[in-house]
């Protein structure tokens, strides 16, 4: 019994550790839809007096992954990889639920705004982008399209001061 | 009564589709096939996705990178040069063994099939005008009495197919009925007792339209134009699936349909779960009515089907199989048939399969043993 009490005392013990990643809805045509999923982000997000703000955070478009070997590598000719290698967003300060920053993408920066939630040290930021904006040409494959809207979700962990 | 339905649809071959590639993020079978309900030929961009998501790649030659393995997917180890016809060739082979291990029952046996040649002409942006024959060999079921006219030899469909917009179609010709998962396994209860199966495909007009979260099918059908007048099935379905949470989707389908000795009305309701990285879940549940005209048999039956396809690396898939059936609702005994499988695409045109399954009777006035089977399955498609 004291073991038992010991093992759920342990495991009860262990932090639940969120992973940081950014995730890339993407909407197929006629149907169907793939996830880009990037786990190397970089950059501090920061949390003071309830406002987040971050200076700079990249991911490298080649650490995105869509689930077939092939759609990467279409996906990061598609964003142009080569001559533009990193998406980063950039002067990112959000409060009470909402936030503003500049995107980059494919060397075209724009404004966007999100919303966002606070899960303990995490936060789960989404935005919608077009990909129009970015200057990113239709993208289509063997009759297979993919919508101009993008939705991104960006979970990473925040330092509070 | 249970063996000879068994073998009834042992001995057949269906137009295969695999609704549980919902888990590679396609919820619909319009991506990959020409026939917007799945099955069938496969178009330009579900050979790609065979080869490059499906297969494993075991047997490519390392020096190749992926865009030359989709460039290799074509009929002719090639992309075509020309836009407007393609071809396939389809076998399908297994060897089903029947109660394996007994001494006195065991039954062992090899059974081509399905050989089919494929032709699909096509025009327009997208593939605006299609048409499809898929003409091949289907044995004959072995109860099939001599002399009959049937062959072994014949259309598995003939159709032509339309798309007014890129989300409206209209297709006429013989196909299959729109009901239901299409699942590969042509035994499964959930098609058996709609009669949605592996020779049901019947004349009509099949309308598709797909919208941004959902897919709606309607058809009307007059029975198979090469059966005898009185015994075609005339009628008409309905089904409706919507995309939910992004990945998944639920759907529900209705089919009426009659001859001159039967009536059926069948009714489901279904899900397919994307689990991501190719897995997925199944599920179907139903019924059908069925009506004699000569008010012999008014039975419904029900009917449940719930897979899942694990896949651990690319190629490989593990199932997990359970079916339920009760022939008749008003009745306490019903039959579940479960089991294991694995299937294995060694390349893009070779898959390999195994398949268990146990089928237990629950009957309250008799006992049955449990009928073990397991089939070995090659499919090669060029």
């Keep these: 019994m004291k073991f038992i009490m010991m093992v759920i005392l342990l495991l009860s013990s262990i932090p639940s550790f969120a992973e940081e990643k950014i995730t890339l809805f993407v909407t197929l045509s006629p149907a169907g839809s793939f996830q880009a999923v990037s786990k190397k982000a970089k950059g501090n997000v920061i949390k003071e007096n309830g406002v987040f703000t971050a200076d700079k955070i990249s991911v490298s478009i080649e650490s995105f992954k869509t689930g077939i070997d092939l759609r990467d590598e279409h996906f990061w000719k598609h964003m142009q990889s080569s001559t533009n290698p990193k998406a980063t967003l950039s002067n990112l300060k959000a409060s009470g639920g909402k936030g503003t920053a500049q995107l980059e993408v494919n060397g075209k920066k724009n404004p966007v705004t999100i919303v966002y939630v606070e899960k303990g040290s995490e936060i789960l930021a989404k935005l919608i982008v077009k990909a129009s904006d970015f200057s990113l040409p239709k993208a289509e494959y063997l009759g297979v399209g993919v919508d101009n809207l993008v939705a991104i979700e960006v979970a990473l962990q925040f330092k509070a001061r | ?382």
């Excluded at chain 2, 239901?180 to 499964?188: L, S, Y």
């Excluded at chain 2, 048939?337 to 089928?359: C, H, K, N």
């Design chain 2, 1 to 382: 009564m249970k063996y000879i339905l068994l073998l009834l649809t042992l001995f057949s071959v269906n137009a295969y589709s695999y609704s549980n590639f919902i888990g590679h993020g396609y919820t619909s079978c319009l991506n990959c096939h020409f026939n917007p309900f799945g099955g069938g030929p496969l178009n330009d961009y579900g050979r790609v996705v065979s080869a490059t998501a499906i297969s494993s790649t075991a047997l490519t030659p390392k020096s190749w990178d992926e865009e030359k393995v989709a460039y290799m997917s074509g009929f002719l180890f090639r992309k075509p040069k020309q836009e407007w016809l393609r071809t396939q060739v389809n076998y399908r082979g297994f060897r089903v063994v029947r109660n394996p291990g007994s001494s006195e029952n065991e039954e062992a046996k090899w059974i081509n099939m399905q050989l089919d040649g494929r032709v699909i002409l096509k025009f327009g942006e997208n593939d605006k005008f299609i048409s499809v024959l898929n003409y091949g060999y289907a044995p004959l079921p072995s109860e099939t009495p001599k002399g009959t006219k049937s062959s072994e030899w014949r259309s598995r469909e003939h159709y032509v197919g339309y798309r007014f917009t890129p989300k409206f179609g209209l297709y006429a010709g013989l196909m299959d009925k729109v009901f239901g998962i299409k699942v590969i396994e042509h035994i499964a209860f959930s098609r058996v007792s709609p009669q949605v199966t592996q020779n049901d495909q019947v004349h009509g007009v099949t309308a598709h339209y797909i919208g941004q979260d959902w897919e709606l099918g309607a058809q009307g059908f007059v029975g198979n134009l090469s059966q005898d007048a009185d015994l075609r099935m005339k009628g008409g379905s309905v089904m409706l699936e919507k995309t939910v949470f992004g990945i998944h989707r639920i759907g529900a389908s209705v089919m009426s349909s009659q001859n001159e000795y039967l009536k059926l009305l069948s009714y489901s309701a279904h899900t397919r779960l994307n689990l991501k990285e190719g897995s997925s879940i199944l599920a179907e549940l139903g019924q059908t009515n069925k009506k004699t005209e000569n008010g012999s048999d008014d039975t419904t039956a029900r009917f449940g089907l719930l897979q899942t396809y694990l896949r651990p690396w690319r190629g490989l898939y593990f199932l997990a199989n359970i079916e339920y059936f009760n022939r008749d609702i008003k009745q306490d005994d019903y039959t579940l048939r479960w089991g294991p499988g694995v299937q294995y695409f060694l390349s893009q045109r070779i898959e390999l399969r195994a398949d268990v399954y146990d089928t237990r009777s629950f009957a309250t006035k008799s006992s049955t043993r449990d009928s073990w089977m397991y089939l070995l399955q090659t499919h090669l498609w060029f």
